[in-house]
């Protein structure tokens, strides 16, 4: 009895610049993904996306586009922004592009079917062949927060051996559009919290609003059946402590704009234990309260703006933990 054929994953393409969609297509093509949709923005509006039927949106688009705005809004699929500008064809950045971008887009859609593989001059690994992490840095922050960590991450080398856990203080309808959000204009991996998650190099994830977790021993997630204790949603005081029980000594934390004091006392165990703690600066927040507690109870060992702390932890990391490889 034959089976029926499992349809590849389907990719609706908006791109403003002609040439750039039409080499957009043909990758996808290449990796064994169907594109559906492939049109002009400029002739579209919001009620013609609603029509499309996709797995996912990849998106060219200027920063202003009312119709990317729409679709972070409303999308009931994932939205992918930006691939970055194209090397030439013959460079040998060419086929690293093409990898960075399947690896943006294998999380989010899976592996095109079986006798499909990508066709790329690079071997293209799989995230479970990726280098588990040795070294965790927690990500934490409330209002302001997205933006403030994005800069940080825009910022900051994808191919670094660390990897980061990122609590946002936010509505549980965004945390399913963060990684989308922040994915834009850099090569990290995000992802959503699931049961059994493991991290691994280059990789950020993002923590569940409502279900508290842990970590086994393998430093694999486990989803409680509970919400988080306390007031905020992650709780980001429960997340150092564990941070510090799986990972320890090698994790750290920086707090970045945000309301209230969660985890501040967290951050003194921390600090006790010789962990680096840093903190977003003052002047560069969007809202200070939260990194400013920390600053107060005098258990942060470094303040700057985003991109500041970028540069920070890629010092951090030449002069703290590569030197212990």
Known sequence: MNETPVPAPAIA???????KRKLLAEVLGEFGYRVVFANEPERLDCAQLAAVSTDAWLLELSEESVLAEWLLEHSPVPVLLGTGEVPDRHSEDYPRWKRRLYNKLQPLLGNPPAGQAPSMSVATPSPSGLPAARCVWLLAASLGGPAAVKSFLDALPADLPVAFIYAQHIDQGFEYKLPQILGRHNDWRFFNCEEGSRLHEGEVMVAPIRRAIEFGPGGEVRLSDQPWPG???????????ELVKTFSPD?????????????????????????????????????????LAVQLAGFSSRQGSPEELAMAMRNWIDQELLVAL
């Open 13 to 19: 393409l908006l791109a403003s610049q002609p040439a």
């Open 251 to 291: 994790c750290g934390a920086i707090i970045f704009s945000g309301m209230g004091e969660d985890g501040v006392a967290a951050c003194g165990r921390m600090h006790e234990k010789g962990m680096p703690v840093w903190t977003q600066s003052a002047e560069s927040a969007a809202c200070a309260t939260m990194p």
């Open 231 to 241: 007031a905020y949603q992650p709780a980001i005081e429960v997340l150092l402590d």
